[in-house]
């Protein structure tokens, strides 16, 4: 067993710009997936932790806030050059700690370069609009402002990249930021915090490490705390949103979801069974976005069904380090058991397996790429997430019907269609509730554009100029030229007209 890392990063959390234990002195083990072996130690953070990463960021707070534009945008931009560089070293690290093929790992952390390129030009661009004022000689205008201290609590699933959701754009906006990486896949978030410790000012970007109840709870509920952007369940989004409300604190949630992929009886079937297996089981499933249902029109159903089945079975699992691994293993024993049991629930209610439903026999939480036929619509596999390999394949009898299914669950994250017709394309975008919806290409995100749920799924956006604007609030400025007397004020005098305010 090692317990060290496998470059020369130190597995310590990062407060103030520097690298520090818990107070406790406690540590926790992170576990890699692929080999159910531990590979790091962190610390394992407490309130007490909490409250010195929340005091290091409002320190920091009012020099990064008044940093001009163009200086931020430089800053950004060396962060970006700075990830690149480190791009194997992070990669590695998301690969071991979550399981993900390094081929993905590596264009995660490239996609995060990207974004903090993207905001460190759109954050200097637009800060506010100047308004048509009430009166000669006077200015109105708006100005956006940063909220002050953001606490991002991140999963585990897209470490590094869901992290850069909120943190460059946060820290574009003049906030600075606390995050809390999933005590699953914490180091790539440590690793990047040491990464930048040279580049961003000290206490503008802290990492504490830990569980959810013993330092999440407790960053939420501080006083310091301005905003919280969360990435995780529906239940612990629901969780931090009825804290958060005690403190009418600003809180952004980007949570489950049940995504349907619809394909129509027009288009080419091999084509839509390969984007179906695709966005089915990237990341073993384990994306906020895959399709967790795939619901087919009956009339190409069958032959729909003979050109997905063997394209799963074709899939190569293996440990995400090695060559030619499409599907690395589940992150976890407790999500693998998770999943397990949700097939046996199905199974229970009469679904059929055509593919996996099993443990592959290997160390490591691998499990087979599972397809379920004839499950019952009001079943597990067709209302509740799956957030791991296993995907039903429903039948529908025609548009109208596969709308009432998509639309059949608490969730609205994404919601993909294969159709050659504009008509059912169009009709399906507006009348399915989703916050992104894709046509001919499931699960293309694009950063310049919102991402983010409707309905459970989550409150606000992120990414694009929407994801910048989570994290600045509108100040309104009035200003009168002159230093004068308004007619308008006390004493009034109705009379003569002369307290009219326009
Ligand atoms: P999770 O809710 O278990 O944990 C997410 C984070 O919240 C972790 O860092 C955890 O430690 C922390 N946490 C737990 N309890 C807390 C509490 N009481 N207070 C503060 N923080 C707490 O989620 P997960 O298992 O890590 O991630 C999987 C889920 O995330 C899935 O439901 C998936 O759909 C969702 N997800 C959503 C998106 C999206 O953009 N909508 C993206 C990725 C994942």
């Not at 100005?143 to 585990?156: D, L």
């Not at 946060?170 to 040491?194: D, F, H, I, Q, Y």
């Not at 999943?339 to 691998?366: I, N, S």
């Amino acid at each position: 067993m090692s317990t060290t890392l496998p470059d020369t990063l130190r597995p310590l959390m990062w407060i103030g710009g520097s690298a520090v234990a818990a107070s406790s002195g406690q540590t926790f083990e992170v576990v890699e997936p692929a080999t159910e072996e531990v590979f790091a130690v962190l610390p394992r953070a407490s309130a007490e932790d909490a409250v010195k990463a929340l005091e290091a960021a409002a320190a920091a707070l009012p020099e990064w806030r008044s940093t001009p534009g163009i200086e931020k945008a430089i800053i950004l931009h060396a962060v970006a050059a700075k990830l690149r560089e480190h791009k194997d070293r992070l990669a590695t690290l998301i690969t071991r700690e979550m399981g993900r093929p390094l081929v993905e790992t590596l264009d995660e952390v490239e996609w995060c370069a990207l974004i903090f390129d993207y905001y460190a030009e759109i954050g200097r661009g637009d800060v506010g609009r100047t308004v048509s004022p009430g009166q000669r000689g006077q200015l109105n205008y708006t100005v956006k402002e940063p909220y002050g201290v953001v606490v991002a609590i991140t999963p585990w699933n897209y470490p590094l990249l869901l992290l850069t959701w909120k943190a460059a754009p946060a820290l574009a906006a003049g906030n600075t930021v606390v995050v809390k990486p999933s005590e699953m896949s914490p180091l790539s978030s440590c690793a990047m915090a040491e990464i930048l410790a040279d580049v961003l000012p000290g206490g503008t970007f802290n990492v504490v490490t830990g569980f959810g109840a013993e330092v999440g709870a407790p960053l939420v509920e501080h006083p310091l705390t301005n905003l919280i952007t969360f990435t995780g369940s529906t239940a612990t989004g629901r969780r931090i949103a009825v804290s958060a409300a005690q403190y009418l604190k600003t809180v952004h949630l980007e949570l489950g979801g049940s995504d349907p992929l619809i394909v129509c009886d027009d288009v080419d079937l091999d084509v839509a069974a390969r984007a179906a297996c695709w966005a089915s089981f990237l990341n073993n499933g384990q994306v906020c976005t895959s399709a967790k249902r795939i619901l087919v029109f009956e009339s190409v159903y069958d032959e729909f069904i003979a050109k997905l089945v063997p394209l799963v079975k074709a899939l190569r699992q293996g440990n995400g380090l090695g060559p030619d691994v499409d599907l690395g293993p589940i992150v976890s024993k407790a999500q693998r058991d998770q999943v397990e049991k949700q097939v046996e629930r199905a199974r229970a209610e009469g679904a059929k397996f055509l593919t996996g439903a099993a443990r592959p026999d290997r160390k490591g939480w691998f499990y087979e790429p599972t397809l379920a036929v004839d499950c019952p619509r009001d079943g597990v596999l067709c209302t509740e997430e799956v957030f791991g390999p296993v995907r039903p394949v429903i039948k529908v009898k025609d548009l109208a019907d596969a709308i009432a299914v998509a639309n059949g669950t608490p969730f609205g994250l994404g919601a993909s269609i294969f159709t050659n017709s504009l008509e059912r394309a169009m009709r399906a975008s507006e009348e399915i509730r989703s916050g992104t919806f894709w046509i001919n290409d499931p699960l293309t995100d694009n950063h310049a554009a919102p991402f983010g749920g409707m309905k459970e799924s989550g409150l606000g956006r992120e990414l694009g100029p929407e994801g910048l604007d989570a994290f600045r609030e509108t100040k309104h400025v009035h200003l009168n030229y002159a230093v004068e007397h308004k007619g308008y004020w006390f004493p009034y005098d109705w009379g003569t007209g002369r307290n009219k305010i326009s």
